[in-house]
């Protein structure tokens, strides 16, 4: 009998039927995956199965008995335990507070938190989750707060876990922990729902895979069976490339290139020091790298949008180091940012709007000063249809856009009319799968053209397919560059964590 | 490009358009409790009202020139606004506009009518222009709050105007006399703002406010300056992204926008009846409130320049009404002024339904349209799922 059934759910918004009909269960001791992309309809069931949702139709049974599950708090009281994508933490109290937020103390009125702190290092020895339950939790790193959470649903006794997207944030070294602790709790009869998109993950960790799409199960299957070319397929529904096919292109001269270079972040501390790349017409260059070790001070200060205090920057042989966003522009710089909706696009502004955002005091669109309707329409109606923009008109705010078909709007806008450089920070990342695969294809047309790509990602699939070369970056540093022919996904998860290549 | 964009379906459009006077007919309603409350006959009261704003050809005109400064000011307002700089300063800059424009004709009494006019009207412009320069820059450069300045420099305008009628620019009429009222001499003619159709009362005032609206209309949506402006409100972020001089844009938002407030000033003074500047020593006094009362008319008209051309009408007539209101049933004026607070409340706090109802036309339009696969969803947003 599994230890949690859900039958027949079914669930309604106004228009949308984002489960239809689901079944999913978790046996006692095994790693269930729930695979899908975004929007598929895998929150909304998690959240069911949380307490967060009701479902129209369908029930739930644990152990066998059909439970009602009305709130967070029941589910909790039956053993279910979420690991949320975005940490619920509070940042400035100590791991131990976290852990017994919201808990009552067993001395009644009095905090019991030494009783909590010796349970929390308890725990993480039987499970390899050391912390210190003293230590403030935005001291902590990523992977340290992500075990803080997992303490806190085993604290509170979870007998089945939810994890949504444990990976995102953790380096190839930290994931194969976590997969040691996660197979460590399913030994002890514990229930494991993984929710990932990372297809090599899910081979990995997995006991069985559940594929969703469009609300509905559209496969199963066991890793033994599977492939990722396989389960790509029951996401889309269609055959999917998962790496671009990329003709031999000859190289020519560099057209980016960065000396030395040192930036400073955000809270005033080096976030790229002593950096050194160069980027050739024709290649793409991809920076692999954890997030957070100057990735993004790097492509701001290339961008213009953030000062570089030592080195310099150029671009086609014309130094742009601390110049004006607009003139790097004018140099031929073409730059997707990390933030889709941050700083790529105003989520506010329609279609047209968001494709003039650059281009909106070019002649081209002006008549005696004022805009021509007209050519902005020609103009935006080419790129949508070029890119293959899925958007019901012109005039429909980009925020009713899904994520990939923003991605394809920013960038349609930036690469129209053929950069030297462009700088793409994280093209794919959030983007469903078929997006992906027409971002990484109109990436690899761009190279041909003898546009120089520097691809930044977090994601180690995509810069081992794209990249003619890779530079891995640690602490703000290049760690080494190595050739994605040759070198093996170890290799630069150690560089990743700052272990020299040599 | 327009505003509400053209995608949007009929029906909830409309609707979106009927929530403010839906609003406005709460606020009505409460009012006549209130009404009540004070042994007034609610319906005697409201048909005072009505008349008193637009039961005539002169209560009309009345009400136009009412609601002239207000849709100087609340074009003013939805620039800054747009730009999302929230300018509460347009009582000082109508004092600084009145200001400029009168010294203009005070120390230049030969010009010709033909350049008189436009001369008071520029140095009006430019006076409110100054007077929000200011708070633009602090905020732009050194992040002061434009709240607190906007609100600070009101406060500088007004001793600055009661200092100015009492000492340099007063009647020397006034010193004879030994009144000392603090007002300026009657401007010269040649700067009285021409009568249209033959009326006494009805000058150019009320045009050149739905001149500067559709003016404001065609800045903000159809140029790459009003285009810079609107995203430097939506989103700065992508604005510096996309190389738009992000400081400089706020700066010259609050710059326009005490500009229009400064058009009030010089309206207000060449268009009075006394076609002199008086302060009673308060900004209202000279404003009558316009500064307040426009941002109000703004957010009436949704930040749109062209929908405040009716919600400053319908103010000034509330303004202009509530006087027969108040004479008719004898309330207190003070009821008329929760009136208008009441329209306020309701009408900002329905905007996020407003918005909401537009938003459910776009998505449910971007799902028609991209079909069954990668639609956008709800789900990310907290709400759904897929379409089937």
Known sequence: MPMMEMRGITKRFPGVLANDNVDFDVQAGEVHTLLGENGAGKSTLMKILYGLYQADEGEILLNGDPTVIDSPTTAISHNIGMIHQHFMLVETLTVAENVALGLPSSRGALTDLDVVSDHIVELGSQYGLELDPAALVWQLAVGQKQRVEIIKALYREARLLILDEPTAVLTPQEVDQLFETLRQLTTDGRGLIFISHKLHEVLALSNRITVLRQGRVTGQATPAEATRESLAEMMVGREVKLAPDKPAVQVAEPALEIRDLEVYGDRGIVAVEHFDLEVRAGEILGIAGVSGNGQRELAESIAGLREVTKGSISIAGTDVTNHRPIEIRDVGLAYVPEGRLKDGSIADFTVSENILLVDHRDDRFLNRGLFDFGAIREHCQGLVDDFAVKTPTLETPVRSLSGGNIQKLILARELEGTPTVLLASQPTRGVDIGAAEYIHERLVAQRERGTAILVISEDLDEVFGLSDRIAVMYEGRVMGIVDPATATREEVGLMMAGVSPD | ?388
């Open chain 2, 1 to 388: 490009m327009t505003q509400a964009g053209a995608s949007l379906r009929v029906s909830s459009k409309y609707l979106a358009y009927l929530v403010p006077l839906g609003a406005v007919g709460f606020a009505l309603l409460i009012g006549a409790i209130m009404l009540l409350a004070f042994d007034a006959s609610p319906i005697e009261g409201f048909r005072a009202l009505f008349r008193g704003a637009f039961g005539s050809t002169d209560a009309l005109i009345e009400t136009a020139i009412k609601a002239t400064p207000l849709l100087f000011v609340g074009v003013g307002i939805t620039i800054a606004f747009r730009a999302n700089v929230i300018n509460i300063g347009g009582e000082g800059q109508i004092v600084a506009g009145g200001l400029l424009s009168t010294m203009t004709a005070l120390w230049l009494p030969d010009l010709s009518a033909w350049i008189m006019l436009p001369a008071i009207l520029i140095m009006g412009f430019v006076g409110g222009a100054i007077w929000g320069f200011i708070p633009g820059y602090l905020k732009a450069y050194f992040g002061v709050n434009e709240i607190l300045s906007t609100i600070m420099l009101n406060v500088v305008a007004v001793q600055l105007m009661n200092y100015l009628l009492r000492q340099p620019l007063i009647d020397p009429a006034e010193i004879e006399r030994g009144t000392r009222i603090p007002q300026t001499e009657r401007l010269q003619e040649g700067a009285d703002l021409p009568l249209l159709f033959g009326s006494d009362r009805l000058h150019i005032g009320p045009l050149l406010a739905v001149l500067a609206a559709i003016a404001a209309y065609i800045l903000l949506w159809r140029t790459p300056l009003g285009y810079r402006l609107r995203a430097v409100g939506q989103n700065p972020d992508a604005a510096r992204y996309a190389g738009i001089p992000v400081k400089r844009t706020i700066t010259l938002a609050l710059t326009l926008s005490g500009a229009l407030c400064g058009l009030a000033g010089a309206v207000l003074v060449f268009g009075s009846e006394g076609h002199r500047m008086v302060t009673d020593g308060s900004t209202a006094g000279f404003t009558g409130s316009a500064g307040f009362n426009g941002i109000v008319a703004a957010l009436f008209g949704g930040l749109h320049p062209i929908f405040t051309i009716p919600a400053s009408f319908l103010f000034g007539g509330l303004l202009v009404g509530g006087i027969s209101l108040q004479r008719a049933v004898q309330v207190p004026s003070a009821l008329i002024l929760a009136l208008n607070g009441l329209v306020v409340i309701f009408v900002v706090s329905t905007d996020r339904y407003r918005q909401r109802l537009r938003d459910q036309d776009a998505r449910r339009d971007a799902l028609a349209s991209a079909g069954a696969s990668s639609v956008p969803l709800a789900a990310d947003r907290g709400g759904g799922g897929e379409e089937p």
